[in-house]
């Protein structure tokens, strides 16, 4: 199985940027495709953004469109999520996630329960 750790969280002004990390140890890390969810208190948990093993297909939220990118360095087991032009409204713990593929699938999902593994999540506070 694989641990994943985030880091990068914090609190911004509405229109900056932030960079999220997840760092994963354990299975070869490009044996996995990896998401972003994100929580906001009260709120169900939702996704983000994905990405497959190899980093060629990406998907994002329709609300993050443009505005966060995500990506991956299989050679540092690291997958990121950059996120500019926030707003109040992204406010919430971004939480990673990576889901086991076999073979050479390039699978990505939006999912949640598609994910067997998950980090403890980063909290992300935008002020307006």
């Known amino acids: 199985q694989v641990q994943l750790v985030e880091s990068g969280g914090g609190l911004v002004q509405a229109g900056g940027s932030l960079r999220l990390s997840c760092a994963a140890s354990?299975?070869?890390?490009?044996?996995?495709?990896m998401g972003w969810f994100r929580q906001a208190p009260g709120l169900e948990r939702q996704f983000v953004a994905a990405?497959?093993?190899?980093?060629?297909?990406?998907d994002s939220a329709d609300s993050v469109k443009g505005r966060f990118t995500i990506s991956r360095d299989n050679a540092k087991n690291t997958v990121y999520l950059q996120m500019n032009s926030l707003k109040p409204e992204d406010t919430a713990v971004y939480y990673c996630?990576?889901?086991?593929?076999?073979?050479?699938?390039?699978?990505?999902?939006?999912?949640?329960?598609?994910?067997?593994?998950w980090g403890q999540g980063t909290q992300v506070t935008v002020s307006s």
């Open positions: 996630a990576a889901k086991r593929l076999l073979g050479n699938s390039e699978y990505v999902t939006k999912i949640l329960g598609e994910y067997a593994y």
């Open positions: 354990g299975r070869p890390f490009s044996s996995y495709a």
């Open positions: 990405i497959s093993r190899s980093g060629g297909t990406t």
